[in-house]
């Protein structure tokens, strides 16, 4: 069964961090582009980062550039995120995905970032 299954949101305070995880299942993940995405409330869901498949390439939304880590350990089919001085615009819920808009998409974990 193809899956993607995210953990480690929660609520943080604002400057906190937090590290995302992502669990892959039911498809080649070491020859698959990761990606997290994000939406926020009341909004469209919104780009974050990418890592290629041997995690050396990365690009990121610019509202995230300098605080947010992506990585991969392709032993243990894991993408995470690590976030770091959080804000409270970065309030929203997180999805993994895999292979792009049309491709595999995990089921989300909250993030609130709130004082």
């Known amino acids: 069964q193809v899956r993607l299954v995210e953990s480690g949101g929660g609520l943080v305070q604002p400057g906190g961090s937090l590290r995302l995880s992502c669990i892959a299942s039911?498809?080649?993940?070491?020859?698959?582009?990761m990606s997290w995405y994000r939406q926020p409330p009341g909004k469209k869901r919104e780009f974050v980062a990418t890592?290629?498949?041997?995690?050396?390439?990365?690009n990121y939304a610019d509202s995230v550039k300098g605080r947010f880590t992506i990585s991969r350990d392709n032993v243990k089919n894991m993408v995470y995120l690590q976030m770091n001085s959080l804000k409270p615009e970065d309030t929203a819920k997180y999805y993994c995905?895999?292979?792009?808009?049309?491709?595999?998409w995990g089921q989300g974990t909250q993030v609130t970032v709130s004082s």
């Open positions: 995905n895999a292979r792009g808009e049309d491709g595999i």
């Open positions: 039911g498809f080649t993940f070491n020859n698959s582009i």
């Open positions: 890592l290629g498949r041997l995690g050396s390439s990365t």
